[in-house]
């Protein structure tokens, strides 16, 4: 079964850990300094603040998976959408190591879709090649790291 994922990059992110708290009925599952992360069952979400580096909002959306064969599913169904896909392997990111397929919707919204193997005691400094490429205007750093204009 899959677990929709919602990445949010936040100015304020005691403010914001305090109403998602609220909201949800109760503390994060995980919280780093600038990362905190509700897995929640009702509703069925991986549910991501962290601290903003450059713009706020919506970071990305994406589909947490349960087995590497319903990764290759759900990667099989982003390249028959014929839009640009990254496949990684061991991918660094969050405190966790995932195996993962990036790809951007028509309207250029990152979608993650990730198979979590382990966890780590860092953040991670994944990237998002998508998001590196020219046409996006910057690099995107694991958790909402930096996002850099493009040379």
């Avoid at 909201?23 to 509703?43: C, H, S």
């Avoid at 603040?49 to 959306?61: I, P, Q, R, S, T």
């Avoid at 397929?101 to 953040?123: L, M, N, V």
Wanted: aromatic fraction near 8%.
């Amino acid at each position: 079964m899959k677990r929709l994922h919602v990445s949010i990059a936040v100015e304020d992110f005691a403010k914001s850990v305090g109403f998602y708290t609220t909201l949800f009925g109760g503390g994060p599952t995980t919280e780093r300094p600038g990362y905190a992360k509700w897995f929640l069952d009702d509703p069925r979400v991986n549910f991501v603040v962290h601290k903003a580096a450059a713009d706020g909002g919506v970071n990305h959306l994406g589909l947490q998976v349960e087995s590497p064969a319903e990764l290759v599913e759900v990667a099989d169904r982003l390249k028959a959408a014929e839009e640009l896909l990254q496949e990684q392997t061991a991918a660094q990111c969050c405190y966790h190591v995932s195996d993962k397929a990036w790809s951007r919707d028509p309207q250029g919204i990152s979608w993650e879709t990730f198979y979590t193997t382990g966890e780590i005691t860092h953040a991670g400094d994944d990237r998002n090649q998508l998001d590196a490429a020219p046409s996006s205007g910057g690099t995107v750093v694991c958790c909402g790291g930096a996002r850099t204009a493009s040379a």
